[in-house]
């Protein structure tokens, strides 16, 4: 929040200091930026890495429309007009660059509101996808992220099962599911260990009928089709945020809070007047209905969804871990009606931002800022 823009041309040295290993990634904040691209994975190695695999392999989603369909300014200025009664029709069809009638169960109904016409593993199309070489019998660690701005992902490896072990950087204990889902934002560490043949990696656009997809190969034999089936995907067996636990050595000491947070995500996609509490974050004046909180607080914060939409809250600058002894994590979905409570600790002075990861409902005005001085 306190850093000036970089200038077309200008350059910005940034000076950090990494305390916590895991998967993260990097992207701007000025408009639509991260849907043109602009990111990048940050993997912070731990020093005593306890191990437990041979290989990894960093797996970037994307959905992509930029150059293709339209710019993602043009996409803003396309939702921001409003869908009036057209918002949350039944038929799923495009119109324009918009997507009517994408549903999900997992997500609690409306999936995602924009029309993609490719979806990404590592900036490569399903017709030339991404390729892991590796060998039968090893232990690969994906580190997935969801680097899209519109869309949930539901990861798989035909003919494999996934261990999860890290949750936006910190460790689970550890679960084994046949797919992971990730909102934007999100990213889980997997286990694979790898059998003998040519599988796909799939990675289905949540509720919108397509799918990014790249290729596992530890043998010989033609590649999969695009469309293959993969059983996986089907299966019930998903992991999400909701059925993991951090781990003892990364868990938030038990204390009573000192102060609680309430927010609530409100607007819809008729009016796309997506805000907080009622509010559309105004970037003119950052600060006008920031949350004071100190230094050194242990704060519980409670994100009511009160819109019919799901969405991935993200908090800046903190690693909150999720109620009753869940997950570490920064970016967490938030399924329509229901309520997300998470406890930080005070630990990092600044002004920090915590808004909604689908860019286009952060950009409406899904955001808020959270500030305390040293
Ligand atoms: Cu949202």
Known sequence: MTQEVIKPGGNFDYDFIVPDPGTYWFHPHVGAQPDTGLYGALIVDDPEEPGGYDDEWVVVLDDWLDGVTATPDQVLTELAAGMGDMGGMDMFMRMGNTLMGATSDVLGGDAGDVYYPHYLVNGKPAADPAQFVGKPGNRIRLRVINAGSDTAFRLAVGGHRLTITHSDGFPVTPVEV?????????????????????????????????????????????????DVTVPELTSTKIGVSGDLAATEAVALKRRTPDREVKLELTGSMAKYDWGIDGKQFDMSKPLQDAHPIRSGERVRLKVVNATTMWHPFHLHGHTYQHADGGPRKDTSIILPRKTLTVDFDADNPGLWAAHCHNIYHAESGMMTVFGYQN
């Open 178 to 226: 046949d797919s992971v889902l990730l909102g934007m934002g999100e990213r889980y560490d997997l286990l694979v260990t790898l059998g003998d043949g040519v599988f796909p990696l799939v990675a289905a656009a949540e509720g919108k009928q397509d799918r990014a997809f790249a290729v596992v190969r530890t043998g010989s034999g033609s590649t999969p089709p695009v």
